[in-house]
């Protein structure tokens, strides 16, 4: 498995701000993926994050709101743009390996909005 | 579509003794099968995968799991718990021969009393 951090760990913002979180794997990976984790809840995928295209997003998520980076195989970004309190959540990176489908999660960021 | 439905949201036990969380899932194709544990303010941990070979999965710190097509289940089981087994358990749902997208269930907390 692989090494997964992200940065900030955690974080307080104003509603009308953004807040740009970073994943950094130790190893090249083909798949990264962004969850969010509401209050109490369980995950829900936000978008796939593919190196040198455009994520893909989940339904009810848009590049506008979420605007994700993938430079290169070990590094991806997440933005959650013009905050408000309904953001405040865990945001989960992971990485995926071929075959057997199985992802690896980061120890996530958890943003409140205040 | 796929989807996973665990069946309870708490469950309490006493040290000691036998552990049932509980999952059936719904796949029009050939599912891979997954139990994550998130302890309190951790990240996402992998217990155990289930892939299309064996039923009776074993995975991390004594936990098992059953795949039961007929049934169409795939329940975690453990003989005996241990209090540092407490946390949220998630039976997570993946569709063989696609790009690896995870659907997550609800989460089941486990207490674990003395």
């Known amino acids: 498995s692989a090494v997964i951090s992200q940065k900030p760990s955690r974080d307080i913002c104003q509603r009308g701000t953004s807040l740009t979180i970073q994943c950094q794997v130790d190893s090249q990976v083909t798949m990264m993926f962004w969850y969010r984790q509401q209050p109490g809840q369980s995950l829900t995928l936000i978008a796939t994050?593919?190196?040198?295209?455009?994520?893909?997003?989940e339904s009810g998520f848009v590049i506008d709101k979420f605007p994700i980076s993938r430079p290169n195989l070990t590094f991806s970004t997440l933005t959650v743009s013009n905050m408000s309190p309904e953001d405040s959540s865990i945001y989960l990176c992971s990485v995926g390996y071929g075959g057997d489908y199985e992802q690896y999660f980061g120890p996530g960021t958890r943003l409140t909005v205040t | 579509a796929q989807s996973v439905t665990q069946l309870d949201s708490h469950v309490s036990v006493s040290e000691g003794t036998p552990v049932l969380l509980r999952c059936n899932y719904s796949s029009s194709y050939s599912p891979s099968l997954f139990w994550y544990v998130q302890h309190p303010n951790k990240g996402l941990q992998l217990l155990l995968k289930?892939?299309?070979?064996?039923?009776l999965v074993k995975g991390i710190n004594g936990f098992e799991a059953e795949f039961k097509k007929s049934e169409t289940s795939f329940h975690l089981t453990k003989p005996s718990a241990h209090m540092s087994d407490a946390a949220e358990y998630f039976c997570?749902?993946?569709?063989?021969?696609?790009?690896?997208?995870?659907?997550f269930g609800t989460g089941t907390r486990l207490q674990v009393t003395l």
């Open positions: 997570v749902v993946s569709v063989t021969g696609t790009a690896s997208k995870l659907t």
């Open positions: 289930y892939t299309s070979a064996a039923t």
């Open positions: 994050a593919n190196q040198g295209s455009e994520a893909t997003y």
